[in-house]
């Protein structure tokens, strides 16, 4: 058996996804985890994770970053330029970093089901292909489903709920089931994958190779996160003000939004979008093989995840400020 990989690169390791990937990889004691930071980042590091400055409008740059790097994983903010992930992903090959876990996390996708104007489904092929442009790298693909914490978090236009105020609008009926992780199960997914051998065998690092990782927290559905809140909360649905709206009509009002430049508009679409009862991929941990067991992830508790988002709205947490 081969041993696990050893060097472990991560671009956003300050962030939520990108830090519980760093943390949960220096927990193995399996990994030397290095970060890419920009020299004026004032982002805080996981403990025991190394820090190399890179400029990221100077390929060089990134290329010295990641030479001997035997795995990077992108994790970009929503602000990121646009041609960025490329720029990351082309230095890669350069560097000769055997595999690359593109910024994709979300829903399994099938390529040949994509539209052109399905311009979101477009941008995740196009990062996927960003890798395999490289000509050298493997992409590896993590499909998790939307972030637990973040998409309870935010605010309406997400999944619906505005803890602070007590509302929440149900698509359709609220009961639509869709597949969810927390970032803390993403973290051990990353883990765990990079814990099996690099190679030789069925279940190895190589086997994963242009393949999505499927994991899951959750089947939840808007009704079940709202029973969540209730028991966090102690509260019930008297004490909140409960809308409805069709789940079609909310991502075409999401549309019409992108359209006139409201940020907002997107969220509601991609959100909306996934629980529409078409997309069969919404709830792919009821019709997909997990690969929870493999990687030794743990059941998680529902409560205790809604605890933690309860705990981030009351601390004020708003990656978005323009939003406020």
């Known amino acids: ?3 696990p990989l050893e060097r472990v690169a991560i671009v956003g390791a300050t962030g939520r996804i990108g830090g519980a990937f760093a943390e949960a990889l220096v927990k193995t004691g399996k990994h030397t985890v290095t970060a890419l930071t920009r020299p004026e980042s004032k982002g805080k590091l996981p403990d025991g994770v190394k820090s190399v400055g890179v400029n990221y409008d100077d390929e060089a740059s990134i290329i010295e970053a990641l030479k001997g790097q035997q795995f990077l994983a992108i994790t970009l903010s929503v602000a990121a330029p646009d041609d960025l992930h490329a720029r990351i992903a082309a230095a890669a090959g350069k560097a000769e970093v055997p595999y690359v876990m593109p910024n994709v996390f979300g829903y ?8 052109e104007d399905d311009w979101y489904s477009q941008l995740i092929l196009n990062r996927i292909g960003d890798v395999e442009k490289n000509n050298f790298s493997s992409t590896i693909k993590m499909s998790c489903g939307f972030w637990y914490e973040w998409s309870l978090a935010l605010g309406n236009q997400w999944f619906g709920f505005s803890i602070k105020d007590r509302k929440v609008t149900f698509f359709d009926d609220g009961k639509r089931m ?3 992780s927390t970032w803390d199960q993403c973290g051990r997914a990353l883990a765990g994958l990079l814990s099996l051998p ?3 065998g069925p279940t190895s690092v190589a086997s994963f190779k242009t393949k999505e990782v499927l994991i899951s927290s959750f089947r939840v559905s808007q009704r079940d996160m709202l029973d969540s809140l209730h028991r ?3 509260t019930t649905d ?8 069709p789940t079609a009509k909310r991502v075409q009002d999401g549309i019409e939004e992108m359209k006139n ?3 907002t508009g997107f969220p ?3 959100y909306g979008s996934v629980f529409l009862t078409s997309n069969h991929f919404s709830d792919y941990a009821a019709t997909m093989p997990l690969v929870n067991e493999l990687l030794g992830l743990p059941t998680e508790d529902l409560d205790e995840a809604t605890k933690r988002t309860v705990h981030m709205v009351e601390s004020g947490w708003n990656p978005f400020p323009e939003l406020k």
């Open 1 to 3: 058996m081969s041993a």
């Open 108 to 115: 399994p996708i099938e390529p040949k089901g994509v539209t």
């Open 178 to 180: 869709i597949t969810v």
């Open 198 to 200: 690099e190679s030789e």
């Open 232 to 234: 966090v909360l102690h």
């Open 238 to 245: 008297a004490d909140w003000e409960i809308l409805y709206e």
């Open 261 to 263: 430049g409201i940020f």
């Open 268 to 270: 509601k679409t991609l």
